[in-house]
Nanobody, 123 residues
Framework: QVPLVESGGRSVQAGESLRLSCGYS????????MGWFRRAPEKDREFVAA????????DYADSVKGRFTLSRDKVNNTITLQMNNLKPEDTAVYYC????????????????WGQGTLVTVSS
């Protein structure tokens, strides 16, 4: 079983919305912080958002605050990143990641990564 499986990436126009989902192994990660990171062309991977194991707490990068919303479905073991008002600078490969029970915005706190899903935003 693949531990993390992302879906939802595609090409959109600026201003549109997109929803990314990540299915995770409940046996492995039900008590872990889950996060999204992204890597834009020719840039380092950066933090996007994270959600606590309970789903009660979230954290966002300043660049996406007010536009992106991360939620967690503990019954179906998925996290969903709702991305609104997308901008060309949001173009990147988005990675789902599983952290520790409490993890922050540093990628070193996340030990398991998905394959990534490409989001392209055209102006």
């Amino acid at each position: 079983q693949v531990p993390l499986v992302e879906s939802g990436g595609r090409s959109v126009q600026a201003g549109e919305s997109l929803r990314l989902s990540c299915g995770y192994s409940g046996r492995l990660f039900s008590k872990h912080t889950m996060g999204w990171f992204r890597r834009a062309p020719e840039k380092d991977r950066e933090f996007v958002a994270a959600i606590s194991w309970s789903g009660a707490a979230t954290d966002y990068a300043d660049s996406v605050k007010g536009r992106f919303t991360l939620s967690r479905d503990k019954v179906n073991n998925t996290i969903t990143l709702q991305m609104n008002n997308l901008k060309p600078e949001d173009t990147a490969v988005y990675y789902c990641a599983a952290g520790r029970r409490i993890s922050g915005s540093s990628e070193v706190e996340y030990s398991t990564w998905g394959q990534g899903t490409l989001v392209t935003v055209s102006s």
